[in-house]
C-alpha cells in the first residue's frame, strides 16, 4: 500500500495520493568512485585468476584504444560490459555488488533515511547497466532502479540512460508507480534535466565543477552534501 503523502491524483473517481519519491545517482552520488573502473579492476582480477588472458588481453586493448582516444567512452564501455555478462558467474556479481556496497556513501544514505522515514520512495537511476543494478538496489534498500539495458548482441542498438532521456525515464517510472519526484540527489551536469524539474530538491554530492554555479545562474536552489 503506498504511503498517503504527496499529490492527490484522480483515478476513475476515487481520490489517490501519490508517494513522494526521490531520485539518486549512482557513480559519484550513491557511491563513492566511478563503477565501470570499478568493475574494470574486479573483472581484470579475475580473470587473472583464471588464466583468461584472452578477454584480459580484448579488455586492455579496448581500454587503450579508448586512452588514445580512438574510440568513445560508449565504443569501450559496451563491450566491457558484454564481457562481464559473458564470464561472471552469479558469485562474481555477488561478490561485485558487495565490493560496490563497500564504497556506498554513508553520509547521503542517512540522509535518504530521513527520507524514508516521512514515507519517500528511493528510485536508482543510472546508465550503468542493468547486470547489476537489480542488486545494488536490494543491497541499498531503494525501491526501484532505472538503467541502460545491455543489448543481448553486440551489434544491436545501445542507448545509454542519461540526459533528458533519465529524465523522460524517471517520470514515467514515477507515474506508474504513483510517486512523484519530489528530490534529485547527483554529482553531474548530465542530470542537469531531472534538477531543472519544478518544484523538487536538489542534492549535490561532491558536484562537478561547474554545476552549481549553473543552477545558481539559473535561480535554483540546491544543497550541497
Not at 96 to 120: H, I, M, P, T
Not at 158 to 166: A, I, L, N, P, V
Request: proline share 5%; glycine share 8%; aromatic share 6%.
Amino acid at each position: 500500500m503506498k504511503i498517503s503523502t504527496g499529490v492527490s491524483l484522480q483515478a476513475e473517481g476515487v481520490q489517490c495520493v501519490a508517494s513522494p519519491c526521490v531520485v539518486v545517482d549512482l557513480d559519484g552520488t550513491l557511491i563513492c568512485g566511478n563503477s565501470l573502473h570499478m568493475l574494470v579492476r574486479f573483472m581484470a582480477a579475475q580473470l587473472r585468476r583464471r588464466r583468461g588472458f584472452w578477454r584480459l588481453l580484448r579488455m586492455g586493448g579496448l581500454l587503450g584504444l579508448r586512452r588514445l582516444r580512438l574510440i568513445s567512452h560508449t565504443g569501450m564501455k559496451h563491450p566491457v560490459h558484454r564481457m562481464a555478462a559473458e564470464s561472471m558467474s552469479e558469485a562474481d556479481m555477488e561478490n561485485f555488488v558487495s565490493v560496490l556496497g563497500a564504497a556506498l556513501n554513508r553520509k547521503l544514505l542517512d540522509r535518504l533515511e530521513g527520507y524514508r522515514r516521512r514515507g519517500c520512495r528511493i528510485l536508482l537511476a543510472s546508465a550503468a547497466p542493468d547486470l547489476y543494478l537489480p542488486r545494488l538496489t536490494a543491497l541499498a534498500g531503494f525501491d526501484g532502479f532505472i538503467a541502460t539495458p545491455l543489448p543481448a548482441s553486440a551489434g544491436e542498438a545501445y542507448t545509454e540512460t542519461r540526459g533528458e532521456h533519465k529524465r523522460d525515464l524517471c517520470l514515467d517510472y514515477a507515474a506508474r508507480e504513483g510517486w512523484k519526484i519530489e528530490a534529485v540527489a547527483t554529482d553531474h551536469p548530465d542530470d542537469l534535466p531531472l534538477l531543472l524539474l519544478p518544484g523538487i530538491s536538489r542534492l549535490l554530492v561532491s558536484p562537478a565543477p561547474g554545476l552549481p554555479e549553473e543552477l545558481r545562474r539559473r535561480g535554483l536552489d540546491f544543497e550541497i552534501i
